[in-house]
């Protein structure tokens, strides 16, 4: 199969696997801390006066009631249908009137011209890891143009420092996934995707975490790569670092 066309595969899964899975929600998934994230939500939550913020790859609002609770009105967007249907019911909008969610994936952010230096600062928390390299450095690009001047992003990656941490040794998937046949670059762990996807189909919402997580494309870029495509995009870092089986990033959009 073709790269471009393999890629648009693994979005399409992603986002069918999410709606599979959402019913299960602040049920099984989602229930966990995350201290690293909490902290550095704090972190990005201290440069941010209140203002307007999107919350990008939301899913089924996991912090959106942080920002809310911070005294910020709120933009949530998400690809997949199924995971917005579960914020909506956790944050109904008639309750939470500063709340607002929209079926928007990362790679139209750049496309959507309303969104364009409207936010104070950008949240994207968890979603990084599904993002092949060819789009990565311009979802980058979109949530600094969609910031305000002086905006702040927080966003948290896997990178290959990572992927040792959730036990993903990146040279045998490479191998597997060559010797299956699929156009893959390094740092991409799909070996056995299309097995794991058909049985997370079958199971529907009562897939286990695990074979969800088996079922979706994971990308570990370099952090090297990742800290440059931050710099391309017009972006600062201010703060980054491990914890909680992700890398974390608050950078601020550069003066023009």
Known sequence: MERGEWLKRMRSMAEALYDQCSPQYWVTFGLSEDDTHQKYLQKFLERVAPGVLLSAGCGAGRYDGILLEAGHSVVGIDQSAGMLARAREHYPE????????????????????????????????????????????GILR???EALKPGGVLYFTADTMDTAVGDG????VAYERAKAGGLPVVFGEAVDGIEEAYEQAKVLGELMPG???????????????QVQAWIDQAGLAIEEEGAG????????RKKKE
């Open 94 to 137: 008639e309750q939470f009137p500063k709340l607002h969610y929209e079926k928007v994936g990362l790679q139209e952010i750049a496309l959507t011209p309303a969104y364009r230096e409207a936010f104070d600062g950008i949240i994207c928390m968890d979603a990084m890891e599904h993002i092949c390299p060819e789009d990565y450095p």
């Open 142 to 144: 979109g949530f600094q």
């Open 168 to 171: 993903v040794d990146l040279e």
């Open 210 to 224: 695990d074979l969800a997580d088996r079922a979706v494309y994971h990308y570990f870029p370099p952090l090297e």
């Open 244 to 251: 909680s089986a992700w890398y974390h990033f608050v950078a």
